[in-house]
């Protein structure tokens, strides 16, 4: 049973343009929420977080938005540069556990 | 500096070999993972160390065997694996396992391939 879902294997965006990555959870437990950007064959590297107390978080390029009522959360990188080119994984914590629950990750391709 | 570092970076090992993975983090993070991740897949947890003593085992056989010999220092024991062991091992370190703010480090893995 998958608690955490990134339902677009991939996505191609245009640089300079607007990337935005979903993610779906379904356990309302989960009280904390990051992204990670992953190249090939590196570890996973630690972009952003948000707390399910607020519905959005702001770091340069990145803003991560959260729907708790939707039990939606999205990821926007504008404008989007080559370099973004990854898979990027959503994560989700359990209230007081220390285990990340990841989706199943998304392919984001920036065209020149 | 939010480095973790992993060693080797390549292994191929045979199945009656027994070798070991080292991870190693100096931002005083007190709690310390193992996970596994296939291609194309999520990272899967395999162990979770709070303050060098082990508090998560999801389940995985015995063939892997953890160690924290210090706060800064996880290492992995491996010993009579099999083929479809061969993955990226990731280790990660994290502040206060309990804090609210929860980021997890990444080193960048050991690629693991057993013959």
């Known amino acids: 049973d998958q608690q955490v879902k990134q339902n677009s294997p991939s996505l191609s965006v245009q640089e300079g343009r607007i990337s935005i990555l979903n993610c779906d959870y379904t356990?309302?437990?989960?009280?904390?929420f990051l992204w990670y950007k992953k190249y090939p064959a590196e570890g996973p590297t630690f972009l952003i977080s948000i707390s399910s107390i607020k519905d959005k978080n702001e770091d340069g390029r990145f803003t991560v938005f959260l729907n708790k009522s939707a039990k939606h959360l999205s990821l926007h990188i504008v404008p989007s540069q080559p370099g973004d080119s990854a898979v990027y994984f959503c994560?989700?914590?359990?209230?007081?556990?220390?285990?990340?629950?990841f989706g199943q990750g998304t392919r984001l391709t920036i065209n020149p | 500096d939010t480095e973790v570092t992993q060693t080797p970076k390549h292994l191929v090992m045979g199945m009656t070999n027994k070798k070991s993975l080292k991870c190693e983090q100096h931002?005083?993070?007190?709690?310390m993972y193992w996970y596994k991740q296939k291609a194309k897949k999520p990272p899967e947890l395999m162990f979770v160390y709070s303050y060098e003593k082990l508090s998560i085992n999801e389940s995985v056989p015995s063939r892997f065997s953890p160690e924290c010999p210090n706060s800064s220092l996880l290492n992995l024991h491996l010993h009579a694996l099999q083929p479809e062991d061969s993955a990226l091992y990731l280790c990660?370190?994290?502040?206060?396992?309990?804090?609210?703010?929860?980021?997890?480090?990444f080193g960048p893995g050991t690629r693991l391939t057993v013959t």
């Open positions: 990660a370190s994290s502040q206060e396992p309990h804090l609210t703010a929860y980021e997890q480090y």
């Open positions: 931002m005083g993070h007190r709690a």
């Open positions: 994560a989700a914590r359990y209230q007081g556990a220390q285990k990340l629950v």
């Open positions: 356990n309302s437990m989960f009280d904390y």
